[in-house]
Structure formats: structure tokens, C-alpha cells
């Protein structure tokens, strides 16, 4: 059993996606977007994309949320794409974060895919 399955009594999805939001504002993260997926994906509760500027900074905001939900709630998220930093996916479970480089967001246009108007930007990121 994964440690996000094991330790999903002791928080809500709702707690874990308020701290991977605080998380990303905390690390500049850019043009946030959560995005609801509870009744339209059995992979997790919600989707969060946002952008760093650089190579380093998607690294340094990928390296940093995970150290804070291992430290926070036990979670030891899995991570794809770090070395490369162009695209970090980052699964914690009822939450999947996806941190990119401006020019890869724009490629692949991750939000068309889920984004029937329940998508919204994170207003504290906008502020």
C-alpha cells in the first residue's frame, strides 16, 4: 500500500490541495490553476498546473512542495520529470501537481484538456 493510500484517514483533500496551493504562492509559482476532478477522473480529487520561469526554478518549486508534504503529512509524493525540470509531474495522491516551464505549458495545453468551467486561477497567485 502507497504511503498516500496509508495515511489518507489522517487529512482531507481539500487540506492537501490548501497546502500545495500556499506551497506554490510561497515558491512564486506562476498562473496557477486548480482544477475539480472529483465525479470526472478516479486518479485524484484535483489537478493543480502551474508555471516557473526557469528550468531551476520548476525544479526548486517541485523539490520544495514534496519535502512539504512529507514533512506536513507523511506523504511521500512520486515524482516524474525533475532532472530534465521542463515538466514536473508530482503525485500526492488525491492531488497531482504539474509544474512547467512557460514554453512547455503552452505546447501541450494540459487545461484545455480538463477545463470545462470549473477550472479556476488560484487568486492569491494573481495578486
Not at 526554478?57 to 512520486?78: M, P
Not at 488525491?94 to 479556476?120: C, N
Request: aromatic share 6%; hydrophobic share 45%; charged share 30%.
Amino acid at each position: 500500500m502507497s504511503a498516500a493510500v496509508a495515511s489518507a484517514e489522517a487529512y482531507t483533500a481539500e487540506q492537501l490541495l490548501a497546502r500545495v496551493l500556499s506551497s506554490l504562492d510561497d515558491d512564486k509559482a506562476e498562473e496557477v490553476v486548480q482544477i475539480d476532478l472529483r465525479g470526472r477522473s478516479d486518479v485524484a480529487d484535483y489537478m493543480v498546473i502551474c508555471s516557473g520561469r526557469s528550468t531551476r526554478q520548476v525544479a526548486a518549486i517541485s523539490e520544495k512542495l514534496a519535502d512539504r508534504l512529507k514533512q506536513e503529512f507523511h506523504l511521500s509524493a512520486k515524482m516524474e520529470g525533475k532532472e530534465t525540470g521542463d515538466w514536473v509531474l508530482i503525485d500526492a495522491g488525491d492531488v497531482i501537481v504539474h509544474v512547467f516551464r512557460p514554453e512547455v505549458r503552452d505546447f501541450y495545453q494540459l487545461e484545455k484538456m480538463w477545463l470545462p468551467g470549473d477550472a479556476h486561477r488560484n487568486p492569491a497567485a494573481s495578486a
